[in-house]
């Protein structure tokens, strides 16, 4: 790290891989940095090619209906984010503006629309595959990647509230579904030790909200639900999850009714690789010059 640099973050701004925009969590990319998220993504197409998972990309922002049906505020009302846009007429304009001019609250004449940030970038999928009718018997498969929202704000960098999630989301009956899981905690061990750096894998849980959230945290952990992928970025103690390997079981099938053949509910499970968070484990461990990072980790990020 360079000597004027007191934080990581710092550096990552110092050296033009992060941009400070004034609010923790929220920056810009330089264009080394865009390069990097560039070799991870064909790095981790390479693993998930093989599958032929259906490409689908959707916006940071989803349909807020069907957002308020998935649940996510019932678990995690504190890190959702809306979107709100000003609707009203002449005089509303006028007084937004004095209130803009007198450095008072102009925001309450804000309305909600039809449209939240996406928090992870499955959410959209499950509506829209339940559409489609009962599943396929092979089950379906997707490869996903968005842009995502969280309201949770760090000076840690790796704690970001705008941050790209690429994910394969596995729809299919219990058994092919913890095949995949499987199959993708080996992948996901093999791909990060071709980056180079420590990590550990570990059960996990999701942070619920509330004192019900407690009960549902230790569920999912004895359950065996989530398990991380861990990598030290800005704590040794506390390394960060890079990579997530969820088992949902029936919950998204039972909220969206998506079925199986068989006449069964779906079970759903998803890898999902933090794509911030991995370029930053590699400037982390290998340093801000990617021109000095081990050639094998370069040739398998742009080889
Ligand atoms: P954490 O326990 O660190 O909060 P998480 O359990 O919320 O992570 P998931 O919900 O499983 O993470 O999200 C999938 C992946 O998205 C994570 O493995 C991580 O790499 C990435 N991710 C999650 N939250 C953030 C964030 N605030 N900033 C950057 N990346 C994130
Ligand atoms: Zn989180």
Known sequence: MCV???TFLDGLFEHGLLIDTGVDGLYGRGGTFERVITGLENLISRYGDEDKAEVVRFPPGMNRALFEKSGYLKSFPQ???TVHS????ERAHNALLAKLEGGED???DQ??????LAPAACYPLYPAVAKRGPLPKPGLLFDLQSYCFRREPSKDPARMQMFRMREYVRIGTPEQVTAFRAVWLERGRDFVHQLAIPFEVDVANDPFFGRAGHIMASSQRDQGLKFELLVPIESVEKPTACLSFNYHQDHFGLTWGIGTQSGGVAHTA???FGLER????LFKHHGF???????SVRDALWG
Do not use: H, M, Q
């Open 86 to 89: 000003f609707d009203g007429y």
């Open 106 to 108: 102009w925001t309450a």
């Open 289 to 295: 010059n990617v021109a000095s990072w081990p050639s």
């Open 270 to 272: 998803c890898v999902g």
């Open 79 to 81: 890190l959702a984010g």
């Open 4 to 6: 004027k640099c007191e």
């Open 111 to 116: 309305r909600v629309t039809d449209i939240v």
């Open 278 to 281: 991995l370029t930053l484990a």
